[in-house]
């Protein structure tokens, strides 16, 4: 996993709420068998009609919002567990999405692939979406070790992130080689564990 | 201060704490798909590691795979080779594969308990977000990304924030022809679709009590509609005579001694709640969905309500205050994950027999598992079907998620008994309702949405 550390970039706004992973990636496109290449099809059904023409009025095909944070409305990342999702969003170019609420299985699979989640409150994803709209090309600062969110020098959100999470973004680390150093204690609780 | 069944099993499980308060939890069950698990067996050739527990983990074929012709190569070559690089994966690791044509092949979440596979007590996970199924056994069972499917391959262990608990508890008796999909699509449009994250949901009261274990399932199966790591309901005499006798469950000599332990799977009086809600049976009616997320449903008798999600009455093509009563439909789905068992089947037979779709209607039956196929054939449901013009198909997701060629095309109302009503999720355009497997088939009859609390 490539470590993260600091960006300074302009954001691209998706109010929608609710926002689901069938949405970010359709079921037609997991058919793969490695992590790479989802980002042509990321939000496929709203970036292409049915003839696999550009839908011009969808964001992300407005040459004005561009950008490594992706702003998104409260629930971003419900529904289906597919990690292709976070591979999707990654491979496009995304490396923080923010928005008021996220989905918890989203939550983990984005931390797991190197995309931080950002959460702020309802007031200040707000404040995010009027600042792009006012000047698209503006850009936001995240310092992921003070974890701190500036939408500009006066004004700065201080996000949480759990601890452990942090240090693996920060390093690149994965949970797993955290796991696997814990043989002998996986091994212990197995001997002593009954089960039916 | 006493322990919710939620504490208790996980309590038992924890390996250790991490600074900062994540814990490592223990893994009792593995189950896994040919969708999800590709990238993790990539992940573990490239490290160079083996399955810490292969005998904690069972594959099988669902998501991608044709509803018909089982028997003949898979036509689509990419779901082809996504199936045969399960098959591969499972043989150089030494997996149990359960694939196409194999008496015990099915949904992941409807052979898990059919097997007897998941007991109470467990802790279960999945490449999959309706792992939850499994909690209506008295289980920890959460769906997660394939990183975890690889963390779990390698170290039967995932690291986890402990979740806060939640309480539903439903009371009274359920309405003439209200099943417990209802039940579950009604405490979702309460809650919404965000209203149990960070929850884990445990099921309780005398309405859930009455509940086989079928119908518990599909309560289970839902909690993560709401947005909550999953579902539970506290074993019974229910839970226990369902697994008895299955393939996996405890053999004769240690099934007194799993029935103590499971005995003392409940959560104590004195136990403390993060949330709790309660409803009341006689309050839900036959349910369906106006929009495009499992949370915007109504009663059928109630009127589609003023929403700020215009995108999403736009995309079904309906109106606030609307009735769905009457509304002309053009498919039926019955199966997924959610309702797809011998017990659904069973229902819509019921309904059907002697009757016949409309004829503007394509309806659609696709059993969770070859079990469930195999019993329906037995019971000649099969033939009930038939006559009534619903087409019985082999197992799998199907037009649940559209990954096969069973979809809906655009613009089209499809009832569905599945879980998901989002945009494009039977296929690009299709409009979805989620119902019961009873309003489903009185719909498939009638060709538009009927009340079937005046039909039973």
């Avoid at chain 2, 086989?212 to 226990?240: H, V, W, Y």
Wanted: hydrophobic fraction near 35%; charged fraction near 25%; aromatic fraction near 8%.
């Amino acid at each position: 996993m490539e470590p993260l550390i600091n960006i300074h970039s302009s954001a691209v706004p998706l109010p929608a709420e609710d926002i689901d992973t069938d949405q970010i990636i359709p079921a037609r496109f997991l058919k793969a068998i490695t992590k790479e290449g989802f980002g042509k099809n990321l939000f496929r059904d709203w970036r292409y009609d049915k003839n696999n023409d550009i839908k011009g009025d969808f964001v992300l095909n407005n040459p004005i919002y561009k950008g490594q944070i992706l702003v998104a409305g409260k629930n971003f990342g419900c529904g289906s567990s597919r990690e292709h999702a976070a591979w999707a969003l990654y491979d496009y170019g995304f490396r923080v999405v923010i928005s008021s609420y996220f989905a918890d299985i989203f939550k983990g699979n984005a931390l797991n692939n190197g995309i931080l989640p950002i959460t702020v409150s309802e007031e200040e994803l707000h404040l995010i979406f009027r600042r792009i709209e006012t000047d698209p090309a503006h850009h936001f600062d995240i310092d992921l070790k003070n974890q701190i969110l500036s939408i500009d020098e006066k004004t700065k959100i201080l996000f949480t992130i759990d601890a452990f999470k942090k240090e693996c973004l920060l390093k690149g680390y994965d949970d797993i080689d955290f796991l696997l150093s814990l043989d002998k204690k996986i091994t212990s609780f197995e001997e002593s564990q009954i089960i039916y | 201060m006493g322990k919710t069944l939620f504490d208790k099993i996980w309590d038992a499980h924890i390996v250790t704490t991490v600074e900062g308060g994540k814990q490592v939890v223990y893994i009792d069950q593995h189950y896994i798909h040919e969708v999800t698990s590709p990238q993790a067996f990539n992940g573990l050739k490239t490290r160079n590691i083996d399955l810490r527990r292969k005998d904690k983990i069972i594959a099988t074929t669902d998501h991608n795979v044709p509803t018909k012709d089982q028997h003949l190569p898979i036509s689509e070559p990419l779901s082809r080779k996504q199936v045969e690089t399960l098959l591969y994966n499972c043989e150089t690791f030494g997996v149990t594969c359960y694939g196409l044509g194999h008496k015990n092949q099915g949904i992941v979440h409807v052979i898990g308990p059919e097997l007897g596979i998941t007991k109470p007590g467990m802790t279960i996970v999945c490449g999959d977000s309706h792992t939850s199924t499994h909690g209506a056994f008295g289980c920890i069972a959460f769906g997660i990304g394939t990183s975890q499917v690889e963390q779990v391959m390698a170290t039967q262990c995932l690291i986890l924030n402990k979740p806060k608990k939640m309480r539903i508890t439903i009371n009274g008796i359920l309405p003439k022809g209200v099943s417990s999909k209802d039940i579950v699509l009604y405490i979702i449009s309460k809650l919404t679709a965000s209203g149990g994250t960070e929850h884990f949901i445990e099921f309780a009261g005398d309405t859930i009590s009455t509940l086989s274990m079928e119908a518990r399932m599909t309560i289970c199966n839902m909690s993560i509609e709401m947005g909550a790591r999953g579902g539970l309901i506290a074993p019974d005499q229910k839970t226990f005579d369902y697994i008895k006798g299955r393939k996996h469950a405890p053999d004769e000599e240690t099934w007194e001694e799993a029935i103590q332990f499971w005995e003392t799977l409940y959560s104590d009086d004195d136990a403390d709640f993060d949330t709790e809600y309660s409803f009341n049976a006689e309050d839900i009616g036959p349910m369906v969905t106006y929009g495009t997320n499992p949370g915007m449903g109504i009663r059928i008798m109630d009127k589609i309500p003023s929403d700020k999600n215009s995108k999403a009455l736009e995309y079904m093509g309906l109106r606030t205050g609307e009735s769905l009563l009457g509304k002309e439909i053009q498919y039926v789905f019955i199966g997924s994950c959610t309702n797809s068992r011998i017990e659904d089947l069973r229902q819509v037979a019921q309904f059907v027999k002697g009757k016949h779709k409309a004829k503007h209607i394509t309806a659609l039956i696709v059993p969770g598992s070859k079990a469930v196929e195999e019993q329906a054939k037995k019971e000649g449901l099969d033939k009930i079907f038939a006559a009534a013009g619903f087409e019985l198909r082999e197992p799998g997701c199907s037009a649940c998620l559209g990954m096969n060629e069973d979809k809906v095309p655009a613009g089209q109302y499809c009832v569905s008994t599945s879980n998901r009503n989002f945009e494009g999720r039977q296929g690009p355009g299709a409009r979805t309702i989620l119902a019961s497997p009873l309003t489903a088939a009185a719909a498939a009859v009638e060709g538009k949405l009927v009340d079937v609390t005046n039909m039973v």
